[in-house]
């Protein structure tokens, strides 16, 4: 039997921060509209990713929630690789899969959420809508595959690239939300699904639903 996925926990927010969780929950509550237009899960900002884990874990126990649990993948991962095995390795994990866990309950993004904003190379037009003419988009990577982009090419280059910006240098609590929702067009996120595989594994899970 196939269950529809309830619930989707983050990480991301702050459990002090109302403000910014409403904010993150908005933002991939305009992904979800378009990927799941019919059954959108409830988004849940849990702040660091330890606590993602602990709350997903919870959610799992509890009869009637089919939750998916999405966390940066924060460095390279081979995609012949499942999430879980990756977690368990990766220092500062070492998470132990729940007893009732799939593959499909685990998913990771790209090293970083970022990554996902650079899916238009070169000219980035995204960001470009954004921030405006003075950014400077030569300074962005320009590869395809948005899993071989590191984390801290992402996040330098994205400071350089916006530093001249009225919006000023490029900063996550200001910034990430508002592009993440601009993210959330048909267009876009086919592309995304083209450039990173663990996106359309994400995708793809709720589409149609964990088993």
């Not at 989707?8 to 378009?34: D, I, M, P, Q, S």
């Not at 919870?58 to 879980?84: F, I, K, Q, T, Y």
């Not at 320009?142 to 994205?158: G, N, P």
């Not at 793809?204 to 088993?211: A, C, E, F, I, V």
Request: positive net charge; charged residues 25%.
């Amino acid at each position: 039997m196939v269950a529809r996925v309830t619930h989707l926990y983050v990480e991301g927010g702050a459990r002090e921060n109302k403000h910014l969780n409403t904010r993150l929950r908005g933002a991939f509550g305009e992904l979800l509209k378009h990927v799941v237009p019919r059954s959108q899960p409830r988004v849940v900002a849990c702040g660091g990713r330890a606590a993602a884990y602990r709350d997903f874990c919870n959610a799992l126990e509890r009869p009637g929630e089919a939750p998916l649990l999405l966390v940066d993948a924060e460095g390279p991962v081979d995609p012949e690789r499942s999430a879980w095995d990756y977690v368990a390795q990766r220092e500062g994990d070492r998470w132990t899969r729940p007893r009732h866990a799939t593959d499909a309950h685990l998913h990771l993004m790209t090293q970083l959420m970022e990554t996902w904003l650079l899916i238009e190379p070169p000219d980035h037009p995204l960001l470009l809508e954004y921030f405006g003419g003075q950014l400077m988009a030569q300074l962005l990577p320009r590869r395809s595959q948005l899993e071989q982009i590191t984390k801290d090419d992402v996040l330098r280059t994205l400071k350089q690239a916006t530093r001249n910006t009225s919006k000023g240098s490029y900063n996550k609590g200001s910034h990430s939300f508002d592009l993440l929702a601009k993210l959330a067009t048909p267009q876009r996120l086919r592309r995304l699904e083209e450039r990173s595989p663990r996106a359309a594994m994400l995708f793809s899970t709720l589409r149609q639903g964990l088993p």
